[in-house]
């Protein structure tokens, strides 16, 4: 009878007698319903009377739609959509909630004319969209979830260990997992990019052993939690007995969903949540971890910036520290081991107790001086010098005693740390007498000598160091500069068979490919 009314109403041809459209309509997962005029329900489908009742059981035998649909409220945006289709006689969508088991429903309104034309009665729909709601409410939550984990109050992390602000990611990821998705069984590693291991975040609900598993990005070997980290992509195990890949996690475990942590397209990381239920993850479950993992990941890498910097600022205050004590240490080792020579050469009456001193001192400062050096070997390279030279040919610098001779206080910085950073131990002298002094009581595989020293001329030391030290000529090095040299220091250099030469201006470009000529020379050369 409802469904003739309604062919009427909407002024459609009877349908052939073989089409059940009553049937049709009732196998719809969105009630269908259709009123009078005043708002009296003429008819209503199968799924109707599922969520709401038979109209005329209110008790009352009342079958006013709002009655039959008991205590709903109209979330808008239209509060009053019946009136206003009636008014505009147009289609009309707005939101209705029912108090009874907080479910929403999207209605639909749409007049249908009677014989005259005029409004006959109207046509409602209702279609839950409640799981879309959870899910966007979800998602909210998710996107706030988020923002919490990167609000980062430089005020409140800068005093933190990294130990402690990992410590307050993983309480923020322990209150999200339980509130926002109720999760049991969830492990997150994050990813050595250096050694390619993963390293255990944070594990809920599962097996010591599972814990303390050693797992890495790779395709075979370490689980679907490795797979995950090799190819970047989410793996859904839908039955845990029948997935090879699959590693015990959690107890009793039947299905899982393990997913990339990514950052810029970069794996940093994994999360792997595990259910006793088969199949009990969703497409739509993994849309929505997929948000949370991004975000997860943006504070994982903040984390670990704020770690590279706080070392960063750590190691060049050690830098800073280690240039400006390094000469002056070399200048008192070099000078105490002068004055030590001196003193036993000519002893003279009355000095035991002096020489003894100078000694003790001499001693003191030679320790001093190694400790300096061992410093200088540990601190982090430079990635700017380390990228001019080919690893293959800096090689044979590493383990290399160098000795410099220069006057210019930001030369012999400049020298030291980029051989520093190719592992090459460097004394600094700034007085070539010094230096032949340092040539006398240590080894060392070059020397570079400034063109002007304060005390004399490269030439001179050149030729003290050859004839007097017995120091090859092919371990020493001329750091000239532009300009004319009157005391023309390079064609004397040239006489006595150097020709290792760079220009101080051009230090950082010809520094270390001068001294690897020294130390390894070109085959079929002289030296």
Known sequence: MGVTVMIRMLGCEPMPASI??????????????????NREIVWCNAQFQKWFGPPGGTGNGNSDFYAVVGDCWIEGPVFAPLQQAATTGGHVRTTLVSFRDDRC?????????????????????????SEERRNQDRLER?????????????????????EERLCWVENCIKNHLQGLFGFDAVEIRRLNRKTGELVKLLAIGMYKEAEDRCLRAELEGSGITGYVAATGQAYLCEDTMLDSRYLPGADGARSSLTLPLLFENQVVGTFNVESPRRAAFSPEDCRILERYCRELARALVMLELL???KCRAGATKVEEIHSRIADPVDEIYSELLRLQKLF?????????????????????????????????????????VMDQTAESAVCCLRGCHGLVVAEDMEARANIRQILRSHGVSVSVVRTGRAGLVMLEHDTYDFVIVELHLEDME????????????????????????YGYDPEHNLVAARQFGINAVFLK???????????????????????
């Open 344 to 384: 036993e050469k000519l002893r003279p009456a009355g000095s035991e107790d002096v020489i003894k001193g100078i000694g003790e001192a001499f001693r003191h400062a030679e320790e001093l001086r190694k400790v300096v050096q061992e410093i200088g070997q540990e601190l982090p390279p430079i990635l700017a």
């Open 307 to 309: 770690e590279a910097e």
């Open 20 to 37: 059940n459209f009553q049937q049709i309509l009732d196998e719809l997962d969105t009630a269908v319903v259709l009123l009078n005029s």
């Open 458 to 481: 490269s030439k001179e030391f050149f030729q003290k160091a050859i004839y007097e030290r017995d120091f090859s000529p092919h371990r020493l090095i001329l750091m000239s500069e």
């Open 105 to 129: 429903f999207e209605m639909d309104v749409t007049v249908l004319p009677d014989e005259k034309g005029g409004g006959g009665g109207y046509l409602v729909t209702l279609r839950d969209i």
């Open 142 to 162: 998710i996107y706030i979830a988020g923002a919490e984990l990167t609000s980062l109050n430089p005020d409140v992390f800068v005093g933190m260990s990294y």
């Open 505 to 527: 201006e051009k230090i950082f470009d010809q520094l270390v490919p001068t001294c690897i000529a020294v130390i390894k020379p070109p085959v079929g050369s002289s030296s």
